[in-house]
């Protein structure tokens, strides 16, 4: 490796000159993971950090996603932050609107305001070799210094429309699952669902009462199972706050319960897999009774491939009168409705697009230059790339959470993301008290790393079938291959040897 020439702004005190004295460092996104980072940094005694939040709001996902029956399918006590646990929740699964007013809270009982800029977006990154920090440039054209970056910008964000023929002819209201319109009401409307994933199942059970009828389009059927939601009664809550001992073992149950049970979920083995399909396919037996209809509803691919879907009451929803399945495939969407395959017209007043989101994690969140003037997009054109899904060779002091292969199929993302943020808070502590200029993840560490990762995957069931989860090429750039702890394990330390560091009088080769 060769030593950068150091250069006359190579100093501390051209940094320092430039006003970073206090170590200035960027948190994108005021999510889960970007409230659950700043946390982290104010027990560390950092509080030379800033939550920049493009929203008006903070919360990211729950914040957005206000859709009727909008929940999470992670208990939650495993679906909030160990490091701030509650024992207030008052269901097993908790709604959205109880889990954005936990990171409300957060925020209050820590204080973030004064840290937070909301309604401010990045739109480019460049990183200064010799200065060792971060030019972030925003919306409104102004720049800002940062000596690192943590970005929680999230992975499914943007929701993605369907490319159907038709779709802005359509004369009807018509919103996505995450852009809910609060205004219109669907009353005694004709409504049509795009999409049978996991928003979904929670949307049409929980609107297919109270319209006149519901007419749910379906490309792929997926697999679910049961929820079990239950309500935390006042008693179990007081006790739980009375003793926390307990709110942890339920937390560690939680945890261990979908880690004993993940082999089935992310393994491609067929034995395994049948037992998660014999549980699903007993309780679409139970919860619909027309075999011509659970013929419809039963998915041809392997249990796990696609994100599995967990519902009490999705299934049970067309046994209704006014609930219909259509399964012809959409050919285009006219002013009146939707047309499908067969020529049938479907008269709808309201269409709701179930249809996901873009993958941003497959791709730079906007233009971001590294060192050299690396452009990630470029770095990234065959694929998202990074170690541990959090540091990005050729991009100092950049830290993700969430970022490549750390997502599960099989329990909370939390602990992955915690594990995330330990080690960027290390790498920050590292490069504020030994004054290191910038700490660079090893390319060679990081091939090693992903071709690991890709070697394991073809054990994994997600190539057996076609999902978000893979990118155009094939390749699984979203999920972790393997539970939970081996990830946790392998990143929450900050490992120096694993870095290029450099000081700003000259450059330190790490050990080998
Ligand atoms: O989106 P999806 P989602 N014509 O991509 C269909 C998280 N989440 O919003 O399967 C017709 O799963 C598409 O069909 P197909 C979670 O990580 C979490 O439901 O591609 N149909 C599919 O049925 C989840 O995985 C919670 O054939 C079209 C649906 O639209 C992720 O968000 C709750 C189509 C999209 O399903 C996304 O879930 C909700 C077209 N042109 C969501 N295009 C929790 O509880 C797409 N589809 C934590």
């Not at 900050?494 to 080998?512: H, M, V």
Request: charge should be positive; glycine fraction near 10%.
């Amino acid at each position: 490796m060769n030593a950068p020439r150091s250069t006359a702004s190579d100093s501390p005190g051209s940094v320092r000159a430039t006003g970073s004295r206090e170590f200035p460092i960027a948190i994108l996104g005021a999510g889960f993971g970007g409230i659950g980072m700043a946390i982290q940094l104010r027990k560390a005694g950092i509080d030379s950090f800033t939550l920049f939040e493009r929203a008006d709001e903070i919360g990211g996902t729950w914040r957005d996603n206000t859709y009727p029956g909008a929940a999470c399918d992670v208990p939650s006590h495993a679906y909030s932050l160990s490091f701030e646990q509650y024992p207030g929740w008052r269901r097993k699964f908790s709604p959205a609107d109880e889990i954005q007013a936990y990171l409300l809270r957060l925020v209050e009982k820590w204080k973030l305001r004064d840290h937070l800029r909301l309604g401010t977006e990045i739109v480019e990154a460049r990183f200064d070799e010799a200065a060792g920090r971060w030019t972030l440039r925003t919306q409104g054209g102004e720049s800002v210094h940062a000596r690192a970056v943590v970005s929680a910008v999230g992975g499914l964000v943007d929701p993605a429309l369907p490319d159907i023929p038709g779709l802005e002819s359509f004369r009807g209201e018509r919103f996505h699952t995450a852009r809910w319109n609060h205004d219109y009401d669907l009353t005694g409307r004709r409504v049509g669902v795009i999409g049978t994933g996991a928003s979904a199942v929670q949307v049409v059970p929980s609107i297919a009462p109270q319209v006149a009828r519901l007419t749910v389009f379906q490309r792929t059927p997926g697999w679910v199972v049961p929820k079990r939601d239950a309500v935390y009664s006042d008693r179990t809550r007081k006790l739980l706050a009375r003793m926390p001992g307990l709110l942890h073992l339920s937390r560690g149950f939680q945890y261990w319960m979908s880690e004993l049970f993940g082999p089935i979920v992310f393994l491609d083995a067929p034995r395994l897999s049948a037992i998660g399909e014999r549980l699903s396919l007993a309780h679409l037996r139970a919860q619909v009774k027309d075999p011509v209809l659970r013929a419809k509803l039963r998915p041809d691919f392997q249990f796990g491939c696609k994100r599995i879907l967990i519902s009490d009451d999705y299934w049970a929803s067309f046994e209704r009168d006014n609930v219909e399945l259509v399964c012809d495939g959409i050919e285009e969407i006219v002013p009146e409705g939707i047309r499908t395959r067969d020529g049938t017209r479907y008269e709808l007043d309201a269409l709701i697009l179930a249809t996901g989101f873009q993958l941003g994690l497959a791709k730079a969140p906007f233009p971001i230059y590294g060192r050299h003037g690396r452009s990630l997009d470029e770095d990234w054109s065959t694929g998202a790339v990074a170690y541990k899904g959090l540091a990005i060779s050729g991009y100092p002091n950049w830290f993700l959470l969430m970022g490549p292969n750390t997502g599960p199929g099989h329990t909370s993302v939390l602990v992955y993301t915690e594990a995330q943020i330990r080690h960027a808070v290390a790498a920050i502590r590292a490069l504020r008290d030994q004054q290191l200029r910038y700490v660079d993840v090893r390319r060679d560490v990081q091939d090693r790393y992903n071709q690991q990762i890709q070697r394991r995957m073809q054990h994994m069931v997600w190539p057996t079938c076609h999902s978000w989860y893979l990118s155009p090429d094939g390749t699984n750039h979203s999920l972790y291959p393997g539970f939970a702890f081996e990830y946790v394990l392998g990143a929450r330390r900050f490992q120096p040897r694993e870095y290029e560091l450099a000081r700003f009088d000259g450059f330190t080769a790490p050990s080998q």
